[in-house]
């Protein structure tokens, strides 16, 4: 029962923590939404470091390694340091003066204006509410499986589990876990809006990080008898070669996996962060420290990954050597597995927690996100006379759309489940390819309507398609390649540099086969 209490008492001081923070709202929808304009430099960055870190930068990237091996680190680690960082320099700074300058609260606020085009978020909003529940679905999947391991034994007479699988057994099934981690991360969302999210988001923030670096330690202790780093020389030689290179990964796809970071520009949820900043200079300690955060966090989850792949780890933890590679769900159970089998039920609770902190902090700003964005770019413009609502409406169409989306995603996480990294691959593609759409509003005067609304049909369309033919082939999802004959070869690529390529090229045509916009509207933009 230890880790199971430890958990417990975590996830109520969070929801205290979310609670408390609702004395301090204003009852304004702006104060809700943005949390009006107040978070300070480093609020922010713990908010955008910890919305970027989910379940699929733990879980996914130690079970990406397990059954991968280390190129995964730079496949995403790397190049998600410098391409994030690179993303709130060169489209959040601008983004937020506009927002401050004309209130804009989502994306699609900002779209309307810069396009001129009142319709575009019946486009927009089915597209980015759509990949956000995918996301979403992610963070729920890891979230059930940390709790189904972590309280492995803690309740035999309850939960009796599969006999020939003994984690299973007195456990808090995944359905049950995922339950549990939506309904504490509602509730604070729903108290605290905008400001709890920013200050549980900075609390769990502090705690993965602390909480990550002394799990990698501990568990590095307890491979061997010698000390923390003779054990990591010892069983890092044990790693057999196919998981310490990544020869396996052509030179088409390491450089096209490198497009996936570029999602983060497009992230409703970062947008909604970006906006929260109390002017442009709160940005500088985001863009200089977050890289060193991703190495903090990704490069001991993906040693912990391909450790577990060698003799020492599965003799200490037998669970991970019946954990199958091709079994969909079984890698999001190795960094679970593996810190529950090497640490003592007390420290394993407080690792756990640690886990799942880094999942909560980014289920919530998706939560509110999406809440935000059906009030204020579908409610608003198309249920009301005036298109304007009270801060009592505002907060509470906000509030229902939320909930909404907590139950259809969780209903969804019930379904087959997928490999979190795998999920988090395609969830990334999709906002990568609209890429282009926001790097063009910000730095290209001749974007036209055309243009933009045949960029997001095309990524719209190429998504689809690239993914429902990733579902019907062999393998994960994460693994699902584009093959382009050359000559008497083929070049590999992901998804989704075809997917950016369609996309651009739509945005280009269009904008060019089109007037352009009048000058009125394009210089609020381009003074």
């Not at 020939?164 to 605290?192: D, E, R």
Request: a positive charge; one cysteine or more.
């Amino acid at each position: 029962m230890t880790s199971a209490m430890v958990i417990a008492g975590y996830l109520g001081l969070l929801l205290t923590l979310g609670v408390t923070s609702n004395r301090l709202f204003s009852g304004s929808g702006k104060d809700f939404q943005l949390a009006t304009h107040s978070i300070g430099p480093f609020m922010l960055l713990m908010s955008l470091f910890g919305t970027t870190m989910t379940a699929f930068a733990l879980i996914g990237s130690t079970g990406e390694a397990w059954q991968n091996g280390i190129g995964v680190y730079g496949k995403m680690a790397s190049s998600s340091g410098i391409v994030h960082s690179l993303c709130f320099f060169l489209l959040g700074v601008k983004l937020w003066k506009f927002g401050h300058q004309y209130g804009y609260a989502t994306q699609i606020e900002f779209f309307r204006d810069r396009l001129d085009s009142p319709k575009i978020g019946l486009v927009l909003f089915p597209i980015l509410v759509s990949m956000v529940i995918v996301y979403l679905l992610a963070g729920i999947l890891g979230a059930g499986t940390v709790v189904n391991v972590f309280t492995s034994g803690a309740f035999p007479n309850i939960f009796t589990g599969d006999p020939a699988v003994p984690p299973s057994v007195g456990a808090i099934p995944n359905w049950l876990g995922s339950l549990i981690i939506c309904a504490v991360v509602l509730i604070y969302v729903f108290f605290g809006g905008m400001r709890g999210t920013a200050w549980a988001n900075t609390f769990q923030t502090l705690a993965f990080l602390i909480l990550g670096l002394i799990t990698f330690f501990v568990i590095a202790r307890s491979l061997g008898a010698g000390s923390v780093l003779e054990n990591m020389r010892e069983v890092s030689a044990q790693v057999q070669d196919r998981w310490t290179t990544r020869a396996g990964v052509s030179k088409s796809v390491f450089l096209t996996y490198m497009l996936i970071p570029l999602s983060v520009g497009m992230f409703p949820h970062i947008f909604q962060h970006w906006l929260t900043a109390k002017d442009a200079n709160t940005f500088k300690l985001s863009v200089i420290v977050h890289p060193i955060f991703i190495l903090l966090v990704w490069g001991p989850c993906i040693m912990l990954g391909i450790w577990a792949t060698t003799d020492t780890a599965q003799t200490l933890v037998p669970a991970l050597a019946r954990l199958n590679h091709n079994a969909p769900g079984d890698q999001n159970k190795v960094l679970p597995i593996l810190v529950k089998g090497l640490s003592g039920e007390l420290l394993g609770g407080f690792l756990a927690a640690g886990v799942l902190a880094a999942i909560m902090s980014s289920l919530d700003s998706q939560f509110l996100c999406v809440g935000t964005m059906f009030t204020n770019d579908i409610a608003k413009p198309y249920f009301t006379k005036d298109g304007k609502l009270t801060d009592q409406q505002t907060v509470f169409l906000t509030r229902t759309f939320i909930i909404l989306v907590v139950v259809v995603t969780y209903c969804l996480s019930l379904l087959d489940p997928k490999a979190v990294f795998g999920l988090g691959v395609w969830c990334f593609s999709g906002f990568s390819s609209l890429f282009p759409l926001i790097f063009a509003s910000l730095y290209w005067r001749r974007l036209t309507r055309l243009g933009a609304y045949a960029s997001i049909i095309a990524a719209g369309g190429a998504w689809c398609w690239y993914f429902w033919q990733a579902l019907q082939a062999d393998g994960p999802l994460s693994e699902y390649l584009i093959k382009i004959p050359m000559g008497t070869t083929e070049v590999e690529i992901m998804p989704v540099a075809a997917m950016i390529v369609v996309s651009t090229l739509a945005l280009v045509a269009g904008s060019l086969a089109s007037k352009p916009l009048p000058q009125q509207t394009v210089g609020k933009f381009f003074p």
